[in-house]
């Protein structure tokens, strides 16, 4: 059974960082595609980055330039280094592996 948990969520001011980590438990976790994706309130969801299990990337518009996916196979955790923050980055973020399974989720809140 997969597990997912996020962590590294807050409140933050415009123009600042945080870093975002999603820790997976369960069998063959490094093989999979992982992803974050974000829902704003009222907002359907939507991805943020993908990242293979090879290290290729992919970003949203939205944050391309701001926004940087990683991950560490040997630990089984994902990370999203968020910089230059912006209000409409406020969401609850969410880990996501091989598109089947969801963490629960940190929100992340940007406001002065």
């Known amino acids: 059974q997969v597990r997912l948990v996020e962590s590294g969520g807050g409140l933050v001011q415009p123009g600042g960082s945080l870093r975002l980590s999603c820790a997976a438990s369960?069998?063959?976790?490094?093989?999979?595609?992982m992803a974050w994706y974000r829902q704003a309130a009222g907002k359907q969801r939507e991805l943020v980055a993908i990242?293979?299990?090879?290290?290729?990337?992919s970003y949203a518009e939205s944050v391309k330039g701001r926004f940087t996916i990683s991950r560490d196979n040997a630990q089984n955790t994902m990370y999203l280094q968020m910089n230059s923050l912006k209000t409409d980055d406020t969401a609850v973020y969410y880990c996501?592996?091989?598109?089947?399974?969801w963490g629960q989720g940190t929100q992340v809140t940007v406001s002065s």
């Open positions: 990242i293979t299990s090879i290290g290729i990337t």
């Open positions: 996501n592996l091989g598109i089947k399974y």
């Open positions: 369960g069998s063959r976790v490094s093989s999979y595609t």
